[in-house]
Structures are given as C-alpha cells and as structure tokens.
C-alpha cells in the first residue's frame, strides 16, 4: 500500500501549487505538514473501509479509482502549531483554505455537504472521468 506525503509524487504542476500554498500558509502564520499526496488503489480502498467495515471513523466518500488522490493531483494537510497537529481549529482551516483558493486550488472545506478540510485538489478543468480514463493532462 502506498500512501505518500511527498510533493514529488504529485503531478508537478499541483506540486508547485502544494508548495506555493503550504509557503503562504507560513508567511501567514500557519504552519501546515502534508499527510497524503499520490496514495494508491489499495491504500484508498483501506480508508474507505474505515468507519464501514473495520474500526475508526469514517474520512473519505471515494473508492478506490474515484480519488483525485489517485491521479495525482490532491492532496491533504493539516495546520501544526507547537510541533502538533490541529484539527478542530476552524478558524485556522478557514485561513488555509482562502490561501489555497488563492494560489489556485480547491480546497475541500468549501464542499457542499461532505466538508473535507484537509483537502486541496487541483483538477485544472478536468472531471473524475477523465482522470480515469487517462484524458486529463
């Protein structure tokens, strides 16, 4: 299973857009480590069991093969404060996720329904179904 947090993994342009984002995020004041890039069929499907057949809560709606993940171009942070990670401080995801809106991404905290905070995609106008069936570029 492969579940990278390597900005080298990510196709290169949303690689440069991550590394844009998690700069500004610090020029900002916000501190943020990478904790998925590319992650692989097995490892997609593995969260998605979680909260459905084995322990946990459940953190992801996508199977594996309908995970931008998977394509290379998403990926998902969290703001760090202090050496350890924040996850329930909305007003710190709020200002990351207008830092990410600003360098071209999409962040998932905007999602109607489903709010994935952790999430930042860079589709570049292109939809799942032509991720998968190798259109997109």
């Known amino acids: 299973m492969i579940n990278s947090r390597n900005l080298a993994d990510l196709l290169p342009r949303t690689a440069a857009k991550a590394a844009l ?3 500004e995020c610090a020029r900002a004041g916000h501190d943020i480590i990478f904790t998925s890039t590319y ?3 097995e490892s997609q499907d ?6 459905r057949t084995t322990a946990g809560k459940r953190v992801t709606n ?5 995970s931008f993940h998977q394509y290379r171009v ?5 703001p760090v404060v202090n050496g350890v990670a924040v996850w329930n ?3 710190t995801w709020a200002a990351c996720g207008a830092i990410a809106k600003r360098v071209g ?3 998932g905290g905007y999602w109607d329904g489903f709010k994935d905070k952790p999430h930042c995609q860079d589709l570049n106008g292109y939809g799942l179904d032509q991720y998968k069936r190798g259109e997109a570029k």
């Open 62 to 66: 996508a199977k594996g093969g309908d």
């Open 89 to 91: 401080d909305d007003v």
């Open 46 to 51: 593995a969260l998605y069991a979680q909260g």
């Open 39 to 41: 992650r692989d069929k």
């Open 105 to 107: 991404l999409e962040w």
């Open 74 to 78: 998403a990926f998902d942070f969290v």
């Open 21 to 23: 984002f998690r700069d």
